[in-house]
């Protein structure tokens, strides 16, 4: 069964400090996985998409690793700053072919930075 | 930059009533899809439309779900009798024919009483 897991549940973290948010997947074959921040209330957002090809990939101060062979990725985030307070969702696409488009969501991890 | 809009923000209904979600995604996106969460769980997949017609949708999306794109900007999720359990974030994410990034609006809060 295709599956997503995100370990920490959730983190606390004081701002400036620095973390990682990992994710295990079992789905294959995969096209990408994608990490998205969803801020309370609001819709998520995109911030990294690596296809099975890509070790790591930056945005800012977000950097995501993937190691295909053991299905696991890393989101870590640098000089944390208080508006990253958010979930932080690991979500993976399968390979279709076709159009349809279904992703594998994982459940996220919470995290809170506080001053 | 463009973003996917939804109206209502908020929807309070009372079970066994109609409710329409409406979503205008970017406009030169070709594929689009609603996904529900419910309070303090993952996002769910409902439906994914393509070209005018339904390309895949889940266990969820049964018979009393529907979804339309009655002209050239507008993407509605349809729930014809509301259940208790029908009271999640409904939220709409559209993205184009080669760019695999979904764009997500900021959802509708539903409400059935």
């Known amino acids: 069964k295709n599956q997503v897991e995100q370990s920490p549940q959730s983190l606390i973290i004081l701002e400036g400090k620095n973390c990682t948010l990992q994710c295990n997947y079992t789905v294959s074959p995969f096209s990408n996985l994608r990490w998205y921040k969803q801020d309370t209330g609001r819709g998520p957002v995109s911030l990294t998409i690596m296809t099975f090809s890509e070790n790591t990939k930056s945005n800012g101060r977000y950097t995501a690793t993937l190691d295909a062979d053991t299905k696991q990725s890393s989101l870590h985030i640098t000089a944390s700053q208080l508006s990253d307070s958010a979930s932080y969702i690991c979500v993976v696409f399968p390979f279709n072919a076709g159009n349809n488009r279904k992703l594998i969501w994982g459940l996220g991890t919470s995290l809170a930075v506080n001053p | 930059e463009p973003e996917v809009t939804q109206t209502p923000s908020h929807q309070v209904t009372q079970m066994g009533q109609e409710v329409i979600l409406r979503c205008v995604p970017i406009s030169n996106h070709l594929y689009f899809y609603w996904y529900r969460q419910i309070l303090g769980q993952k996002v769910e997949f409902l439906v994914s439309?393509?070209?005018?017609?339904?390309?895949?949708k889940s266990e969820i999306f049964d018979d009393q779900f529907s979804v339309e794109r009655p002209d050239g900007s507008n993407f509605t999720l349809k729930i014809r009798s509301t259940k208790l359990e029908d009271s999640a974030m409904y939220f709409c994410?559209?993205?184009?024919?080669?760019?695999?990034?979904?764009?997500f609006g900021p959802g509708t809060r539903l409400l059935v009483l």
């Open positions: 994410a559209s993205n184009g024919k080669f760019v695999e990034t979904q764009y």
């Open positions: 439309f393509y070209n005018n017609e339904i390309s895949e």
